[in-house]
Every structure is written in C-alpha cells, then in structure tokens.
C-alpha cells in the first residue's frame, strides 16, 4: 500500500534520511520506532510528501506521488489521511468545523458535509459534542477530532506523527484501541511512527527500527520475534544485555503455558535455574522469553530437545 | 467661550475627524490586508517561497514605515494631487492618512499571520488543502484576534496622524486645537478637545479589545 524506496533527504550537510526502503502492506499497522532525531518523522512526512525527498520515489496506492504536480498531489492527499502529535486543529473552528474542514477543501456540498459530519464524530466517539470547541476538550478528545478529521476522505491510508505522545497512559491505550478498531472495521492501512515501544507491542503488525537515518531491522512482529538476535527482542524484554556468558536464552510464542521447561528437567539429568524472564502481551499474540543457566551431562541434549520443541534457543558464547 | 460657543465647532470638527479616519481606515484593510498575506506567503519559510520578491515588498514597506508622518504628507502631495484633485480639505486627507497606515498595518498582519502554528498550516497541506485555501480558511481565521487587535492599533495611529493633517489643511479636532488653542490661546476649548480624544482613543481601544476576546478560542 506504500512503497518508498531508496529515500535520501538531506539539509544542507546534515543527512536525515540515509537510503530508507519502506513496504507497508495493506490493512497493516506498521510502526517505525527510534528515538527522537533518528529520522522517523522526516520518513512519515516524505510520505505524503510534506518533504521533498532529496532522492528517491514514493507510492502510495499505486500512485507514484513524487512524479505528481501540486493539483494532482493535493487530490492524492486529500486520500492521505494524517494525526499529529499536537493535534493541529482549528481554534477558529468548532469540533465540527475541524471535521468539516478537509470536506470542504474536497469540494463536497453542504448538505453531504454535514451528514458525513455527524457520522464521523460518531465514528471516534464523540457523537455530540461538534458544536464544541476544542480548547474544551481533554487531550484524548483532541485526538478524535483529529482522527475524525484525517477519516473525512476515506482515506485508504493513515499517517500517524507520534500521535500519543502527548497523552497519558490511560488515554495512550484508548487512541490506540480506537486506531486498532478503525484498521480492523475499514480495513485501513495505518503508518505510525512512535519513540515508545508500548506502542508498537500494543498494536503493530509489522515494524521498521530506526537509528540515524537507517532503518536497521524490519519485518512482521511474530517474524523478528522469531529471529535469534533481532534488536526487536531485546528491546521489548527487559532482560540483561548482554546475555552473561554461558548462559541460554528461551523465547517461547503461543501459548505461554507450555509446561517445556519442567519437561527438560524431568527428562534430562540437568540443573536448570532462571537467570530471569517476562511474558509480554503484544498484538501478534503473547511471547515469553526466559533466561536460564543449564549444566549437567546432558545440556546439549536437552538443548535440542527445547528447540525441537518450538522454542527459540540462544547461547550465549 | 461658553458651551454654547463651543458646540459648533466641536460637532463638525469630531465628524471630520471620524470621515478622515473611518475612510482611511477602509483603504488601509483593502490594501494592508493582502500586502500582509503576501509578506507571510512569499516569505523564505512560506506557502509559495519567493523571497526576492518577498525582500522589494519588505523594503518598500519599510521606506513607509520610517518616514515621519508630516514629512510623508508633504512628500506625496503631488501624489494625492494626481488621486483626488486637490490637496486640501478632509478628502484630500485620506490618501496620505492611507499611504503612512498600509506599512503601518501590513506589518501588524504580518506578525498575527506568523503567530499562527506551522503545525496546523502543514496538517492543512497534509489534508491536499490548496495555497489559496490555507489562507482564507486557515491562516486569516486562526489570526483573526491578532488582526482586530493590530486593526484597533491602527486606526488609534491614524487619529494621531489625522491630527497632523488637521494643520495642513484637513480639518477635524487636530484642526480646531491649533486654530483654537494654539493661535487663540483658547484653553477651555483645548481642553475639551484633549479629553474628547482620550475618550475616543479609549472607547475604541475597548472595543478592539473585546471584539479580539470573543473571537479567540484558545
């Protein structure tokens, strides 16, 4: 559903982007993480084009949008959904008005705006309060309106800049269930870019790590998960890195009550002890990973036995 | 001078002074207004970059703003000859009052205009709003408070500036002090004169000021 390949952008000496390839399939949610200056923001916002990548093309739908001249990228957009950190809404205008806004610039008549209006305050759950304006909403609210807002067009994509960064917690995992829903009912493609991993654990499909200007891994969750090393695991667990020598690390997807380990006690003369270990609940399902110190005769067997049985084993040198 | 005495000078004095300001005040939106948009969107930073542009635009409001307001009248006399045919009398008056305030005011638009945050103009671009849409429907309504209040600024400018033209032949309370106070040594009528202005500077003030309260939303 969006494509960019070979992205460069680049501020007078400064490179921002450093040859990024991006491939967000549709009906996913794909998180681009990394911490603040290591180009995410500048990716999002070449992807609708807000930034002219210095090099490098864009699709979007099918539609090449660097190749596209300002009416034709203004259409494109105008299918581009996009929330934003601050919420960028119109003091001027009421709840109303700011949903109305993108359906005026579309040219829909009145009578249409205001129907499509009312059905998408209901949509985000803030069925009425359009005549409200947003200074007296609460942060959570905000964001509503603005996804309201960025759902006008029926977009077949929505760009996400960190837009739960300035909310709490609790209000932190109510955007993201409404973003969770809408992907689910309207089978939208969403694109987020986030610092926080709680994001992507709680609702991503795929994701892309980002550091100076490179993506450096990037995949499906349940794949990275699977692979022996991913920056991905080490990252969501809060397990010691690097892992102390000698030991083994386990991680285990599916059913987090497989009962594996007490198996390879029972069956191999081995001394197990748990050097640590979490379970964490993440879109893709639960995934458990736990680290151990295995010695005796038959470790090596017992080794084979555990990755025979689905888990993925890492030794520690 | 008694009341009496006083009232028919000061009546149509007021009203000349009112005509010069309230027309020249009207130029000044017609003309300020746009020359302001076009400081902020041809700016290095704006809608439509053209900052070669942008800088002729930006020094030739600053050759307005810098001179004085009497010499600028007497400046432009050939000027205001050419728009209205004659040099004195309260018409004649509009065009300098207008020539000194356009600068004067496109530099208070500028600066409300700026006030508005890139985030809401880029999330406009994002939603594929045109150039001319994200001025009319964005930029001018979010700054509008800034913009009553630099118009109140404005037009408390042009009745000092009108008193000026009162003594080169424009009529209005400017005018009758200089006649009256400063020829005459008419101290009542001065006076009067002073504190009919303070009132009106103050109600205007007022009403700027709450008309840019009600329209804010933040």
Known sequence: MIQASGLRKQYGTTVALDGVDLHVREGEIHGVLGQSGAGKSTLLRCVNLLERPTAGTVTVAGQDLTALGDRDLNRARQRIGMIHQHFALLSSRTVAGNVAFPLEVMGVPRAERERRVGELLELVGLEGRGKHRPHQLSGGQKQRVGIARALAGNPSVLLSDEATSALDPATTQSILALLKRLNAELGLTILLITHEMNVVKSVCDSVAIMAQGRIEESGSIADLIRTPGSRLTREIFPLPEPAPSGSVTLTFTGDPRQPVVSEVVRKFDVDLSILGGSIEDLAAGSVGRLRVALDGAEAPAALAYLRDSGLIVEEAP | ?218
């Open chain 2, 1 to 218: 001078m008694t009341w009496e005495e006083m009232l028919p000078l000061l009546w149509p004095a007021t009203v000349e002074t009112a005509l010069m300001v309230g027309w020249a005040t009207l130029f000044t939106v017609l003309l300020g207004l746009p020359l302001g948009v076009a400081l902020v969107v041809f700016d290095r930073d704006g809608l439509r970059p053209l900052p070669a542009f942008k800088s002729g635009l930006g020094f030739v409001v600053n050759i307005g703003r810098s001179l004085p307001f009497i010499v600028l009248m007497i400046a432009i006399i050939p000027f205001t000859r050419l728009v209205v045919g004659t040099t004195i009398g309260t018409a004649a008056f509009v065009v300098p009052l207008t020539v000194g305030a356009v600068p004067f005011f496109a530099r208070l638009v500028e600066t409300a205009l700026r006030e508005v945050g890139t985030d809401v103009v880029q999330a406009a671009q994002a939603m594929g709003a045109s150039r001319t849409a994200i001025v009319r429907k964005v930029l001018l309504p979010e700054a509008l408070p800034g913009l009553v209040a630099g118009l109140t600024v404005t037009v408390v400018a042009l009745i000092g500036y009108s008193a000026m033209a009162g003594t080169l032949g424009g009529g209005g309370l400017g005018d009758l002090a200089v006649r009256y106070g400063y020829q005459r040594f008419e101290t009542l009528l001065m006076i009067v004169t002073v504190v009919l202005l303070l009132v009106i500077v103050q109600l205007l003030q007022s009403l700027g000021d709450w008309v840019a309260r009600r329209l804010s939303h933040k």
